[in-house]
Nanobody, 123 residues
Framework: QVQLVESGGGLVQAGESLRLSCAAS????????VGWFRQAPGKAREFVGD????????HYADSVKGRFTISRDNPKNTVYLQMNNLKAEDTAAYYC????????????????WGQGTQVTVSS
C-alpha cells in the first residue's frame, strides 16, 4: 500500500502559477501510476492528468492541456502538478491518486488517494 499527501494549494490570481506536490510513503512509489483529479463544489470529481509509473508518459484533460504539466521524481517519492496560467474555472480541491498498472482517467480505478489540497483562483 501507499499513502499520499498533497500540498502546495492556495489562493492565486488568474494568470498566476502554482505547483502541487504529491508525496508518497509506504510501498515502492515507482511501481505506481499516478493521476491528478479535481473536484469543485457541487460537481463530480474530474480527471486532470496522469503519469505512468516510470514517468515517460503523461496525459492531460483538454481543459488543462498546454497549461498544466505533471512530472515525477521517484527517488523523492513525489509527483508534481505544475499549473500555469490559472483560470477561475480551475478552482477546486485537487487530489492525487495511485494505482499499480497503467494510468486511467477513471477515479474508481485508483485505490489510493490523498486528502486533497484546495486551489482557489480569483479573477
Amino acid at each position: 500500500q501507499v499513502q499520499l499527501v498533497e500540498s502546495g494549494g492556495g489562493l492565486v490570481q488568474a494568470g498566476e502559477s502554482l505547483r502541487l506536490s504529491c508525496a508518497a510513503s509506504g510501498d515502492t512509489f515507482a511501481r505506481y501510476a499516478v493521476g491528478w483529479f479535481r473536484q469543485a463544489p457541487g460537481k463530480a470529481r474530474e480527471f486532470v492528468g496522469d503519469v505512468s509509473w516510470y514517468g515517460y508518459n503523461t496525459h492531460y484533460a483538454d481543459s488543462v492541456k498546454g497549461r498544466f504539466t505533471i512530472s515525477r521524481d521517484n527517488p523523492k517519492n513525489t509527483v508534481y502538478l505544475q499549473m500555469n496560467n490559472l483560470k477561475a474555472e480551475d478552482t477546486a480541491a485537487y487530489y492525487c491518486a495511485a494505482r499499480t498498472g497503467p494510468t486511467s482517467v477513471t477515479p474508481n480505478d485508483y485505490p489510493y488517494w490523498g486528502q486533497g489540497t484546495q486551489v482557489t483562483v480569483s479573477s
